[in-house]
């Protein structure tokens, strides 16, 4: 599903450029770790607080660099669609550069998410629960009020800024004499991913990419060769489920990611309650994934189809795959393979009903019952 015509694909100085840009305009977020976690894994475990950014998100890093280049270009106002925490960072970023924004969510976005867009000043306007429907609202109110539209996925400055947040977690990871080995982020429209990509190309880091079973685009995409839409399957990652991965991130990611690791409901869960009650630290499920993925990936569970490569995928029935590469290279989910991983904690925007369900109860009615977003 194309969103933008021949995006540029931004390259390891592009991040390395937008982090130098993006410096004391975010916050640079620490790098926690947790010695009950590391035990878990059986590796150490390095974990990217970008639950603690501004704007609740690590989005907010790819929404300043491309709200402020806009800025600076003369522009008045900005349009952005997304299933919530994107549409909060261009709002935020938008209003620091003194411009309008519009954002479109869908309607049945997470209230949390909706109250921080407009406490910020957009003008938030609710459509439909697919990213289609989203992006044809977004397009017309662009083309209405002459304003840009900055694509959650398909742009090349925040697919760049997302990069940042991987950058700092490899560079702090370096200096602390631990560098990694590999580094996990989850995926819905694939820019943090990408960006991940980026900050890692030329390095022996391993770069994986973590989707909710029944949400897996991207592992899909890999197998097909080309951006393949899916319809997304209920789960309490509300941010994991855009639908399809983006172009400019898939033309970046498609050589560049080692593999997808699938992970269902009460694997999240059970990450964000480790998050939550070893490392006192709240994320919202989507970022709980990131954990939940490498702790698949490190230590080998999920069953005999762990390490089936994504070409099975074709005439798999869906949950059938738990991790998945491009065709032949997939030999993660090993013990003892890695030593150190890292893992960005993307978000930390959750509702306060949702808290108390996940560190208090099983998740099997979950998804279904918050209504969460396509």
């Given at each position: 599903m194309s969103r933008s015509h021949a995006p540029a694909?931004?390259?390891?100085?592009?991040?390395?450029?937008?982090?130098?840009?993006?410096?004391?305009?975010?916050?640079?977020?620490?790098?926690?770790?947790?010695?009950?976690?590391?035990?878990?894994?059986?590796?150490?475990?390095?974990?990217?607080?970008?639950?603690?950014?501004?704007?609740?998100?690590?989005?907010?890093?790819?929404?300043?660099?491309?709200?402020?280049?806009?800025?600076?270009?003369?522009?008045?106002?900005?349009?952005?669609?997304?299933?919530?925490?994107?549409?909060?960072?261009?709002?935020?970023?938008?209003?620091?550069?003194?411009?309008?924004?519009?954002?479109?969510?869908?309607?049945?976005?997470?209230?949390?998410?909706?109250?921080?867009?407009?406490?910020?000043?957009?003008?938030?306007?609710?459509?439909g629960t697919t990213v289609e429907e989203r992006l044809a609202a977004a397009r017309r109110l662009a083309a209405a009020d002459g304003h840009p539209l900055v694509d959650a996925y398909d742009h090349p400055d925040v697919v760049a800024g997302q990069g940042s947040a991987s950058l700092e977690l490899i560079e702090e990871a370096e200096r602390a004499?631990?560098?990694?080995?590999?580094?996990?982020?989850?995926?819905?429209?694939?820019?943090?991913?990408?960006?991940?990509?980026?900050?890692?190309?030329g390095t022996p880091i391993e770069v994986y990419g973590v989707e909710p079973v029944g949400c897996d685009s991207l592992a899909r995409s890999l197998a097909a060769g080309r951006p393949t839409p899916v319809v997304p399957a209920p789960t309490i990652a509300d941010g994991l489920r855009p639908g399809c991965v983006g172009d400019l991130p898939f033309a970046v990611a498609r050589d560049a990611v080692r593999g997808v690791v699938r992970v269902d409901d009460d694997a999240i869960a059970e990450a964000f309650r480790l998050l939550l009650l070893e490392l006192k630290v709240l994320v919202e499920p989507s970022g709980a994934a990131g954990l939940a993925g490498a702790l698949r990936l490190v230590t080998g569970s999920g069953g005999p189809d762990a390490a089936m490569p994504v070409a099975a995928l074709a005439g798999e029935p869906e949950g059938a795959l738990r991790s998945v590469a491009r065709p032949g290279d997939f030999d993660g989910g090993v013990p003892g393979r890695y030593r150190t991983v890292g893992v960005v904690l993307t978000g930390g925007n959750v509702e306060a009903d949702l808290i108390a369900r996940l560190a208090t109860g099983p998740v099997a009615d979950l998804a279904r019952m918050e209504g969460v977003a396509a």
């Open positions: 694909l931004p390259d390891r100085a592009s991040v390395e450029e937008a982090a130098g840009w993006l410096s004391g305009r975010v916050v640079r977020t620490p790098v926690l770790n947790c010695p009950a976690i590391d035990r878990l894994a059986g590796a150490r475990i390095l974990l990217k607080a970008e639950n603690l950014q501004t704007g609740g998100s690590y989005k907010m890093r790819g929404a300043m660099l491309a709200v402020g280049r806009l800025a600076a270009a003369g522009h008045t106002g900005v349009v952005a669609q997304s299933t919530g925490n994107h549409a909060v960072a261009v709002a935020l970023a938008a209003r620091r550069h003194g411009l309008a924004a519009i954002v479109v969510l869908p309607v049945d976005a997470a209230p949390v998410k909706v109250a921080r867009a407009r406490a910020a000043g957009a003008r938030v306007v609710l459509a004499g631990t560098p990694l080995d590999a580094l996990v982020v989850p995926v819905g429209g694939g820019g943090g991913v990408a960006g991940a990509c980026l900050a890692a190309a």
